[in-house]
T-cell receptor, first 110, second 113 residues
Framework: GQSLEQPSEVTAVEGAIVQINCTYQ??????LSWYQQHDGGAPTFLSY????GLEETGRFSSFLSRSDSYGYLLLQELQMKDSASYFC???????????FGKGTTLSVSS | DVKVTQSSRYLVKRTGEKVFLECVQD?????MFWYRQDPGLGLRLIYF???????EKGDIPEGYSVSREKKERFSLILESASTNQTSMYLC????????????FGPGTRLTVL
């Protein structure tokens, strides 16, 4: 079966760095995506990794190791507005929908 | 900007009613998706469509059906609503070949009494 595992909750303080891990077990793999969802809002796309390595987008970076079936989202210089849920998602087959993890709730305090 | 809209933000229905949730996107996207989101369970795919009149079952299609008569509109139908279908329903769309970046609507919070 398919599964994506990520921590349910992470807490941090403003200005800190936090890493949200995601391990996946799927029959196929066509990329790992990350989404952010603020309370009461819609998920919004953050990043996508198809190949091994680090992708950087401003304060956020995403990493993928296909051999380890593992990725992470790295958030730097945390701000209060980063408090949200973060979901990893895998595309298991070409041309199909994403499988989402259960989400990690990040709480940033001052 | 891509805009995905959903017909209602909040909806209250009674057990056994037929419920229609509508989703419209304005960017000519080929792919459209319906998810439900429940606390601690993340987003679970109900159905998706990659073209007009085409549909594919997701992970939890039981108790639901869909309709895509026009490219911009994807409807989710609860044939006979039950209390365990109380949830947040999210619609999303992507253009052909860009499956990883999905654009989501604001969601419909459905309560079935």
């Amino acid at each position: 079966g398919q599964s994506l595992e990520q921590p349910s909750e992470v807490t941090a303080v403003e200005g800190a760095i936090v890493q949200i891990n995601c391990t996946y077990q799927t029959s196929g793999f066509y990329g790992l995506s990350w989404y952010q969802q603020h309370d009461g809002g819609a998920p919004t796309f953050l990043s996508y990794n198809a190949l091994d390595g680090l992708e950087e987008t401003g304060r956020f970076s995403s990493f993928l190791s296909r051999s380890d079936s593992y990725g992470y989202l790295l958030l730097q210089e945390l701000q209060m507005k980063d408090s949200a849920s973060y979901f990893c998602a895998v595309r298991e087959q070409a041309g199909t929908a994403l499988i989402f993890g259960k989400g990690t709730t990040l709480s940033v305090s001052s | 900007d891509v805009k995905v809209t959903q017909s209602s933000r909040y909806l209250v229905k009674r057990t056994g009613e037929k419920v229609f949730l509508e989703c419209v996107q304005d960017m000519d996207h080929e792919n459209m998706f319906w998810y439900r989101q429940d606390p601690g369970l993340g987003l679970r795919l109900i159905y998706f469509s990659y073209d007009v009149k085409m549909k594919e079952k997701g992970d939890i299609p039981e108790g639901y059906s869909v309709s895509r008569e026009k490219k911009e509109r994807f409807s989710l139908i609860l044939e006979s609503a039950s209390t365990n279908q109380t949830s947040m329903y999210l619609c999303a769309s992507t253009p052909q070949g860009t499956y990883n970046e999905q654009f989501f609507g604001p969601g419909t919070r459905l309560t079935v009494l």
